[in-house]
């Protein structure tokens, strides 16, 4: 079954120089005839793709290269500027860990808070606040604000909630390069357990080496383009070639 659909996706992204365009610089500069329209950059490029339920799919490219923004299009966080985006069930995003996150209120409400927005009950997440507690090795900072958390703990958190949860898809961004080497080896635990299930899950990581071992298929992005998908030898072999 068809979970992930993109159709001539494409997107294109402020750069820094239009964030920082303000209406009174905008003046300024027609009043001396100086303005020029602030560029932008386009992140991604005529996309097509299709992914299947339970596959599992590690995602390459350099730097810059659209990975991320591909992901984020994905989960919704973007929108693309032209094309189609179909997602057939849950996501739970690992983008940017903690972005979903309310800093002043505690952890055990954030627990919640995190879930109902995935799509789950307050009932249901209230039942699970102690085994994510437990994950993350954070049953002492129940009470905390989340902005009392280290970027480890907060890190540490995000991962343990979305996959406590079992979404139907799972989309990760580097999150297994982040807490000390002990949570790094329960993180990797932890995604072995949803790579024999039925969790379609998109994962980015410069590791060529923990692609090879995890997915079956590897898409490789190149300025915001598919330069190839299939075999994950296959492509990370081209990948490295290329380099």
Sequence with gaps: M??????????????????SYDLKRTVLSLIEGKFRKPSRKQVLQNINLTIYQGEKIGIIGANGS??????????????????????????????????????????ADNIIFYGVLLGFSRREMKSRIGSILAFAELQEYERVPVKGLSSGMTARLAFAIATDIHPDILIIDEVLSVGDEKFKQKSKQKMNELWNDKTTVLVVS??????????????????????LFGKAHEVIHAYLGSL
């Design 2 to 19: 068809e979970v992930i659909q993109l159709d001539q996706v494409s997107l294109w992204r402020r750069t820094q120089e239009e964030f």
């Design 66 to 107: 659209g990975k991320s923004t591909l992901l984020k299009a994905i989960s919704g966080i973007l929108q693309p500027t032209s094309g189609k985006v179909r997602v057939k069930g849950s996501i739970a995003p690992l983008i940017e860990l903690g972005a979903g996150f309310e800093p002043e209120l505690p952890v």
């Design 206 to 227: 410069h590791s060529m080496e923990f692609i090879q071992e995890s997915c079956s298929q590897v898409l490789w992005i190149d300025q915001g383009r598919i330069r």
